[in-house]
């Protein structure tokens, strides 16, 4: 099957860190860029990070620039988010989502999200 | 960075309505735009990319159009499966970014 699997959200002190893995099945992970996308609760999509096929690039929102990191291990099919420094603000469903094959920047499959909380 | 305004923020339709929302971006993206759709407590799902492709699988009553600043998805018949929240997305350039959504009911 075909399908993207989040895990590592919980409950963060601010300041605090959290790594999310991605765990990919079902197609050629290395031919695919990856994304994180995030939505805090009753809001809209915000897109967070972005790597492509190689992992020698990455991008990042203003919001999490500095704080957050993002990679792959094409090995392992799992993508990863490394997030530092957390703040109430960054409390929200991340999604991991792929964009198809040709470097085109739209998401095709999409995780069900991993909840991460973010309070004293 | 561009900016992505969907209109109107919410609407509600009665089954068999033409729905159209609307997306503008403050800068021209040429077709580099994609559409969502996210039922409550749903995973988004890609509906249609490059403005006007509809994606493997999804009904033939949902369309897009337009190019540069100005974009449209229309539900030709609104279905009661329909009732969601819809963004749009820009890709041309980085940073990518969503509008802030659509959220369709019916009435």
């Known amino acids: 099957e075909v399908q993207l699997l989040e895990s590592g959200g919980g409950l963060v002190q601010p300041g605090g860190s959290l790594r999310l893995p991605c765990a990919a099945s079902?197609?050629?992970?290395?031919?695919?860029?990856l994304s994180w996308v995030r939505q805090a609760p009753g809001k809209g999509l915000e897109w967070v990070s972005a790597?492509?096929?190689?992992?020698?690039?990455?991008w990042y929102a203003d919001s999490v620039k500095g704080r957050f990191t993002i990679s792959r291990d094409n090995s392992k099919n799992t993508l990863y988010l490394q997030m530092n420094s957390l703040r109430a603000e960054d409390t929200a469903l991340y999604y991991c989502?792929?964009?198809?094959?040709?470097?085109?920047?739209?998401?095709?499959?999409w995780g069900r999200g991993t909840l991460v909380t973010v309070s004293s | 960075d561009i900016q992505m305004t969907q209109s109107p923020s919410s609407l509600s339709a009665s089954v068999g309505d033409r729905v159209t929302i609307t997306c503008r971006a403050s800068?021209?993206?040429?077709?580099?735009l994609a559409w969502y759709q996210q039922k409550p407590g749903k995973v988004p799902k890609l509906l249609i990319y490059?403005?006007?492709s509809l994606q493997s699988g999804v009904p033939s009553r949902f369309s897009g159009s337009g190019s540069g600043t100005d974009f449209t998805l229309t539900i030709s018949s609104l279905q009661p499966e329909d009732v969601a929240t819809y963004y749009c997305?820009?890709?041309?350039?980085?940073?990518?970014?969503f509008g802030q959504g659509t959220k369709v009911e019916i009435k």
């Open positions: 989502a792929r964009s198809p094959q040709g470097l085109s920047w739209y998401f095709d499959l």
């Open positions: 079902g197609f050629t992970f290395n031919s695919h860029a």
């Open positions: 790597i492509p096929p190689g992992g020698d690039k990455s």
């Open positions: 800068q021209g993206i040429s077709n580099f």
């Open positions: 490059a403005a006007s």
């Open positions: 997305q820009k890709y041309n350039t980085f940073p990518w970014a």
